[in-house]
Nanobody, 126 residues
Framework: QLQLVESGGGLVQPGGSLRLSCVASGDTLEDFAIGWFRQVPGKEREGVACISSNGRRILYVDSVKGRFTIAGGNAKNTSYLQMNSLKPEDTAVYYC???????????????????WGQGTQVTVSS
């Protein structure tokens, strides 16, 4: 059973950067498509980025393109979400998720994912 634990959230000023980590245990993260999602209280969960297990398919929501970079499972069994040029509207709880869907696919649709971390809070504020 794959288990995921996020870390790296915190308080950052607008324009700053954070790197979120998603450490997996119980299975090999490289075999899974990985998605990063975020949720603000009272709003629907939003898919931020995803990467296929072979790393060839990467998708970003338009609002983070050019600012966020997703990295898939690696030798440390960890996925990363590098977030640069952060804006107040990026404030949310961020979750990583994983699903086995073959080498070529990933999705920004949360209900397709089987495994979820507990989330890490990101607050962008001056």
């Amino acid at each position: 059973q794959l288990q995921l634990v996020e870390s790296g959230g915190g308080l950052v000023q607008p324009g700053g950067s954070l790197r979120l980590s998603c450490v997996a245990s119980g299975d090999t993260l490289e075999d899974f498509a990985i998605g990063w999602f975020r949720q603000v209280p009272g709003k629907e969960r939003e898919g931020v980025a995803c990467i296929s297990s072979n790393g060839r398919r990467i998708l970003y929501v338009d609002s983070v393109k050019g600012r966020f970079t997703i990295a898939g499972g690696n030798a440390k069994n960890t996925s990363y979400l590098q977030m640069n040029s952060l804006k107040p509207e990026d404030t949310a709880v961020y979750y990583c998720a994983a699903v086995f869907m073959g080498d070529l696919y990933c999705s920004g649709t949360g209900r397709l994912y089987d495994y979820w971390g507990q989330g890490t809070q990101v607050t962008v504020s001056s």
